[in-house]
């Protein structure tokens, strides 16, 4: 499988939005339709009614369509999380804020649009560009809630940053990683709640 | 599909072990072989030459094979952690040694019988006695070991031992699921060791 770089490459041509966006939303109907194994860069010509090489002037391959779909799907999911953290609460509440808003987001996701969902669990188990920047992320907003938090004596310093993060990480990531996320669906709000009070209490300076 | 109430579900007829081990034996190999959803108990029967209903008076049920499996399985990898347990060391140290052994367990059966950890797998997710039974004796060793470091003053007490013991096992959870280590198996110890010490900061005195 030819892994790219960045959560956009595999794009490329013509710099015409509407006619990329046209390819994906077709292409986004077809593999929550059919799913993304079964569907060929034909069907998806077929369907919007250009010829198979028009469409690969703008993607070099299905991954390349497939990788803007998720990326697309997990900036939106992350936009949420941004905006539900907004500005000024307490480090405790971003917290929360962000792991809820994330396994809300991606439940949602599970039940509204199941297929889509598949195609982002592939990504992650293969790894793509978009699903591994979308980890990045969430690691940074981690730690800058952590950061926040540290700086206003909510939490404790004597862990160095970095560790911090990775193990708030490690123990969250059930909620984040949508390849897990799948096998932990009952009791979800609960189990986060559980979860970040442990969590704060690790923090207690 | 039927569940039972009890590990021992759907084990029945004569107390004649040999005989019903001699089926656990060859339904081991034959589902490590073809798999557990391409074996019917007629290849069963075949493969050890005996007939079909002579099988039926050990087990109801080919889930009642799989169910007998994957009980000796997960009984196997408890033994495995109550030896590493052993007696006399520091809770901590016990915490460690419960999460590592059962991962490592869990990996080695991964890597060396793939087609059983499968059964394993498929028993999870069908929340199958044996694989809930496993859960519930985790979670109790986890209980014991709590107990001791509350009572030794090693760990805090504040935090009633029921919710200690939930939300470390939310957090240790990946390495205990077979259905989620399954996507955990990269980094196993470091990772391990990580969220060991956030649990360990999170139960400070």
């Known amino acids: 499988m030819n892994i790219k770089a960045s959560p956009h490459a595999g794009v490329r041509g013509p710099a015409d939005h509407s006619i990329r966006d046209q390819i994906l939303l077709a292409a986004d109907e077809h593999f929550s339709y059919y799913g993304?194994?079964?569907?060929?860069?034909?069907?998806?010509?077929?369907?919007i009614g250009f010829s198979k090489a028009y469409i690969y002037k703008f993607?070099?391959?299905?991954?390349?369509?497939?990788?803007?779909?998720?990326?697309?799907c997990l900036s939106s999911l992350l936009d949420?999380?941004?905006?539900?953290l907004g500005e000024g609460s307490a480090a405790a509440d971003g917290l929360r804020i962000l792991f809820t808003t994330i396994a809300a987001g991606s439940t949602d996701l599970f039940f509204s649009d199941r297929r889509l969902y598949d195609?982002?669990?592939y990504s992650t188990g293969e790894k793509w560009p978009s699903s591994?920047?979308?980890?990045?992320?969430?690691r940074e907003l981690l730690k800058n809630i952590l950061r926040q938090g540290?700086?206003?004596?909510?939490?404790?310093?004597?862990?160095?940053?970095?560790?911090?993060c990775r193990s708030i990480?490690?123990?969250?990531?059930s909620f984040v990683n949508p390849l897990?996320?799948?096998?932990k669906l009952d009791g979800i709000p609960a189990a986060i709640d559980d979860l970040i009070k442990l969590v704060l209490r690790s923090l207690t300076p």
Request: hydrophobic residues 35%.
């Open 36 to 47: 993304y194994g079964k569907t060929t860069v034909s069907d998806l010509a077929k369907a």
């Open 59 to 72: 993607f070099d391959s299905k991954q390349a369509i497939g990788e803007a779909i998720c990326h697309k």
């Open 80 to 84: 949420k999380v941004r905006e539900a």
């Open 119 to 121: 195609i982002v669990i």
């Open 132 to 138: 591994q920047e979308y980890e990045r992320q969430v």
């Open 150 to 164: 540290r700086e206003t004596g909510e939490f404790e310093t004597r862990t160095p940053l970095d560790d911090q």
């Open 169 to 173: 990480f490690l123990a969250m990531e």
């Open 180 to 183: 897990l996320l799948q096998h």
